[in-house]
């Protein structure tokens, strides 16, 4: 079974500075994709950004963008101009991959890290 | 944009008492799935619902059932309320016939058992 570790349980960053949550994982498949997700305070759950691990260039949305280590198995999100609407409980997530037609695709996912943004 | 929708928001119930908690997505999806969230641990998958027809066990499904009506409506149910079954419980949907589909999630319900 696939393990997804935060051993960040908070950060805190000040606004308009640049912020990194961290995220390993253990598995043993080799094709698989990782999710970020955003859950502020009003409980909805965010997708933030996605990579698929056969791609080698770290995806990136707007101020967000990854560092994804395949051999490392880590994944870790980085935050760039933190504005104040950035906080929130973010959660990094794996999914293993099937191709076969009407397979569910579950999600495992980490434990969370809270981040505060201070003005 | 409706998306995934949960009903009830909010629900206390006593120990013993059973409750359905209902879910439905109109982005055709074929995929529901049934997750947890308590403190410190993330969300828990508790059963999915691979297409129309058929449900599997997730990580913690003791204490639930589901029931896949449609395509569209995916419900949980608890038979008989325990302390240890409050939490936040969040229902996702995904188009699994394409395998870079990610999961779209309710807005959850926050359930408390007295």
């Known amino acids: 079974a696939q393990t997804v570790t935060q051993s960040q349980p908070e950060m805190s960053v000040q606004e308009a500075e640049t912020v990194t949550l961290s995220c390993t994982y253990d598995?043993?498949?080799?094709?698989?994709?990782l999710f970020w997700y955003k859950q502020p305070p009003s409980r909805q759950m965010i997708l933030v950004i996605r990579?698929?691990?056969?791609?080698?260039q770290n995806a990136t949305e707007n101020r967000f963008s990854v560092n994804f280590q395949k051999a490392a198995k880590s994944f870790s999100l980085k935050i760039s101009d933190s504005q104040l609407g950035d906080a929130a409980m973010y959660f990094c997530?794996?999914?293993?991959?099937?191709?076969?037609?009407?397979?569910?695709?579950?999600?495992?996912f980490g434990t969370g890290t809270r981040l505060q943004v201070t003005l | 944009n409706a998306g995934v929708t949960q009903t009830p928001k909010f629900q206390v119930l006593k120990t013993g008492q059973s409750m359905t908690l209902q879910c439905a997505q109109d982005m055709n999806h074929n995929s529901m799935y049934w997750y947890r969230q308590d403190p410190g641990m993330g969300l828990r998958l508790i059963y999915y619902s691979a297409s129309e027809g058929t449900t599997d066990k997730g990580e913690v499904p003791n204490g639930y059932n589901v029931s896949r009506l449609n395509k569209r409506e995916f419900s949980l149910r608890l038979e008989s309320a325990a302390p240890s079954q409050t939490s936040v419980y969040f229902c996702a949907s995904t188009r699994s016939d394409r395998w870079n589909q990610p999961q779209h999630f309710g807005d959850g319900t926050r359930l408390s058992i007295l």
């Open positions: 990579q698929e691990a056969y791609k080698q």
């Open positions: 598995t043993s498949e080799s094709d698989y994709y």
């Open positions: 997530a794996y999914r293993s991959e099937t191709r076969n037609t009407g397979t569910a695709s579950k999600l495992t």
